[in-house]
């Protein structure tokens, strides 16, 4: 029978949990970079999975970890500089956002581990040799596993506003690999007898001047390729569809949140907290290039009916019932 004193002992033990336990194996602080292109406020949420992904994993800020934070404010020419710093801190290992800043950090370092905490088509854009061994220094998560998703966002669209048959298609051309999802894009219209303009995003302050070009090449409804910068823009690009009347989908949740009639995709505030299980593992000796990327599996449709009826659209009962969630 276990006396008080063995018991108080033990039950302080399991309140510890794995934190006491990394202390006691290591007694070490990690040094972990964080970079993303969106501004701080702009990500909040993500930035918070990731930190509760470590805490439950038992490392605390302060404690047994520093992190090293970088954002670029929406402004994708400051990554390179920005990555170069993170490098310059020897650090254990490297978080990042998608695809612009994997670019950068990789052209900084071949030695330093990075996680990709979302990623887009990581082997076509050469971040990875493939998804089972990725080989080199990077691994983590992929949000697309391949470009075919961007076809959906056009037949969730045609499904929903059966009327459309020109749809603008927003994208940032400078990232690796973006063409390709215009191409599944533009594959997809081809099918579903709709035409496409292209209207290209490379800055915040693009964002205004390409809904104009929407306006006057009498777009009747928008398609938003998942980018950093235009996702630091959401507020604005839903703001903007709205004004001109344009139904517009995305493949993340938050452009829906934000006011844009529907999202389907990935839940990228769980992958940030899913990157903490790499960083685990990378920081108890796991070699990055051996940790098989991670694939999205589970796809959310979200659908604003508050911005559908402030259309003045009624979305079909059956997609309504396909939602994942409906945003009243």
């Known amino acids: 029978m276990m006396g008080r004193r063995a018991f108080l002992v033990a039950a302080a033990g399991i ?20 970079i993303q292109t969106s501004a701080p406020e702009e990500q909040v949420h993500l930035t918070k999975a990731f930190d509760e992904g470590l805490r439950e ?28 710093e993170l490098v310059r801190l020897k650090l254990d ?6 695809n612009p800043v994997i670019s950068a950090v990789k052209q900084a370092t071949a030695a330093i581990p ?57 994208w940032n051309p400078v990232p690796p690999g973006a063409g390709t999802y215009r191409d599944v ?25 390409a809904y104009a070009a929407m306006v006057r090449g009498r777009a009747d409804g928008v398609v938003v390729l998942a980018d950093p910068v235009i996702f630091s823009a959401r507020d604005q690009v839903a703001l903007l569809a709205m004004r ?8 993340l949740r938050e452009y829906a949140e934000a006011g844009s009639l529907m999202s389907y995709g990935p839940n990228i505030a769980r992958q940030f907290r899913r990157a903490a299980t790499y960083v685990d593992k990378i920081l108890k000796g796991a070699k990055p290039g051996d940790l098989p990327v991670e694939q999205a599996t589970q796809f959310e449709l979200v659908i604003n009916l508050k911005t559908a009826k402030a259309l003045g659209l009624t979305i079909p009962p059956l997609l309504l ?6 945003i009243q």
Do not use: C, H, W
């Open 321 to 326: 019932q396909r939602a994942d969630e409906v």
């Open 93 to 98: 290992v490297i978080v990042t956002g998608t």
């Open 114 to 170: 990075v996680v990709m905490a979302v990623s887009r088509d990581p082997v076509g854009a050469g971040f990875i040799a493939s998804v089972a061994r990725p080989g080199g220094n990077i691994t983590g998560l992929a949000n697309d596993p391949t470009p075919d998703i961007a076809g959906k966002y056009l037949e969730l669209l045609k499904e929903a506003v059966p009327r459309v048959s020109r749809v603008a298609l927003v």
């Open 185 to 209: 894009v533009e594959r997809a219209a081809r099918k579903l007898g709709v035409a496409v303009q292209s209207v290209e995003v490379r800055g915040r302050n693009e964002v205004e001047g």
């Open 15 to 34: 309140a510890a949990g794995p934190l006491a336990a990394a202390a006691q194996q290591t007694g070490r602080v990690y040094r972990i970079g964080f």
């Open 57 to 84: 994993l038992g490392y605390v800020e302060g404690r047994n970890i520093v992190i090293e934070r970088r954002f670029a404010g929406g402004k994708q020419e400051r990554l390179p500089a920005l990555a170069a």
């Open 244 to 251: 001109n009347r344009l139904p517009a989908v995305t493949g």
